[in-house]
């Protein structure tokens, strides 16, 4: 049976003939009765409305046919479906291709049976949780939900479908719960236009198919890989520590993104003279350099001196300030 078909239905009839009636209405489905052109008296009083053409007697209930509800349990539905993956050049279907009749004997079975798409109504039902008598009163749409999730690294074989039950209208919902609707058979009885009116109720079969499929690719793991680290900050850690390690300019850029600071060493001096020009609140003593660049020092400076370039010293140190900001600074400090 195909998505969208009734399952089972019994119906009340209601026969009518076309006659004329009191009152201006619209039938049912929004389209508006003829009018005859008459004037005549509303039923009781003085008022009085337009006759219309109608189907009388109005819909009553009163016929109920046969109730089908302890033969359609086994009635079977057949489902085909097939999924296609366009990216991957991959297709599949949820029958088995077999050529001894296998799809005549067989019933859907989750573990035995997964691809013999053949499933009893009364299965349906119950899988979704639902009583088939009661159901079958009223009506209702039961929802078939076929979920194609495919590892594709694996073989053809590992991509099955999965099936799953449920309903679909609110049966706690007077208003909309069930499922029914109307047709009509028209013919003539005696030259007279008549009908039969059907409501139906039946058990509606909506198919959805849901699926997704994946398959590993090296230029989206690079991809993902590399904005992971860079999120959390292990990207430029890297980077440097290739070009400081591989590089065969690694001192050049050493040079250009590290900044070498001299540490001073301790004078003969008094301490409190050493913390002040720490704290840059006393001029630093003259540098002891020597003012040519290649002649050697004949002894190390107690001081860093300010550097020119990268090996170089400065002739004439530079000087924060004169003279003492704030002589009592250390006691205050």
Known sequence: MSPGREGVQHHHQDRGHTLRARGLGVGRGGAPRLRTGRCVPYYQGSAKTCEVWGWCPVEDGASVSQFLGKMAPNFTILIKNSIHYPKFQFSKGNIE??????????????????????????????????????????????????????????????????????????????????????????????????????????????????????????????????TALTSIGVGSFLCDWILLTFMNKNKVYSHKKFDKVCTPRRSSGSWPVTLALVLGQAPPPPCPCSADPGQPLAAPPPWPCPTVGPELCASEPSRQDSTLTDPRGLAQL
């Open 97 to 226: 291709h077999r050529k001894d009749g296998y799809l005549k004997r067989c019933t859907f079975d989750e573990v035995s049976d997964p691809y013999c798409p053949i499933f009893k109504l009364g299965f349906i039902v119950e899988q979704a949780g639902e009583n088939f008598t009661e159901l079958a009163h009223t009506g209702g749409v039961i929802g078939v939900i076929i979920n194609w999730d495919c590892d594709l690294d694996l073989s053809a074989s590992k991509c099955n479908p999965k099936y799953s039950f449920r309903r679909l209208d609110p049966k706690h919902v007077p208003a909309s719960s069930g499922y029914n609707f109307r047709f009509a058979k028209y013919y003539k009885v005696n030259g007279s236009a008549t009908r039969t009116l059907i409501k139906a109720y039946g058990i509606r079969i909506d198919v959805i198919v849901h699926g997704q499929a994946g398959k590993f690719s090296l230029i989206p793991t690079i991809i993902n890989l590399a």
